[in-house]
């Protein structure tokens, strides 16, 4: 039987390669994206998809009832800022920009991932993934910039961590991953990864990862992160 896998934030960059990937790979691939229309060509070629506004909690629910007790092999929370111009250190950040940036960023996987617990728990791998960063980790950042998106990245490790805690015993298998520096819209054109080469890394590391696996933080060549 095919895996299941869902993808948040699907309609550009890193999501949308992830879900061709996956739908090459011959997965039944659930996409999600604030307007539905942008993937309008992979439904085309098979995909589900679903109207989804990560923050908003209506349509968190109206998903979950979509998807019932169906269950889900891979969930992965790809939707993600990084919190607004300019530097975002002190003396230049704007709080509106930090605000909005944790409700993306941390609450929206959270609230995503508490509402499809029982549905990835229900299937055969059990994989929690959030797309996170490097620029999360505490012991390796020597910059003063990018308070907001650095602390927003931190603080959904911390909540997989919490979630590895909670489900591990059970057999969930719980990772953040660093999808590198990627030319999209969020990483710039100057980046030197591309979406593809992105994608297909992270979907490597995910189909190889391992019940010792859970809790690490990974890049999408799977060279470890320390926390």
């Known amino acids: 039987m095919s895996r299941t896998v869902l993808i948040t934030g699907a309609g550009r960059g890193i999501g949308r390669k992830l879900a061709e990937h996956y739908m090459g790979d011959g997965a039944n691939v659930l996409l999600t994206a604030r307007d539905p229309s942008t993937l309008d060509d992979l439904a085309a070629g098979g995909a589900e998809v679903f ?33 607004g ?6 003396g230049d950040l704007i709080m509106d920009d930090w605000a909005e940036t944790m409700r993306i ?12 617990i029982d549905n990835v728990m229900a299937s055969t791998e059990k994989k929690f993934i959030v797309i ?3 620029m999360g980790s505490i012991s390796q950042n020597t910059a003063p910039d990018k308070i907001i998106y650095r602390s927003s990245k931190a603080a959904v490790n911390m909540v997989w961590k919490c979630l590895h ?19 999209t819209d969020m990483g710039g054109s100057g980046a030197p990864v591309t979406p593809e080469d992105s994608a297909e890394g992270l979907a ?24």
């Open 51 to 83: 109207k989804l506004e990560v923050t908003d909690a209506g349509d968190i629910a109206q998903l979950k009832s979509a998807l019932g007790s169906r269950p889900i092999d891979i969930l992965i929370n790809n939707a993600g800022i990084i919190g």
């Open 85 to 90: 111009p300019g530097p975002q250190t002190f």
């Open 105 to 116: 960023n941390v609450f929206a996987p959270f609230a995503i991932t508490e509402a499809l």
């Open 132 to 134: 996170s960063s490097r």
């Open 165 to 183: 805690n909670r489900l591990a015993s059970k057999g969930a298998i719980v990772v953040p991953l660093h999808p590198g520096w990627v030319s």
């Open 204 to 227: 490597k590391v995910i189909d190889g990862l391992k019940a010792r696996d859970s809790a690490q933080l990974f890049d999408y060549q799977r060279e470890e992160i320390g926390w």
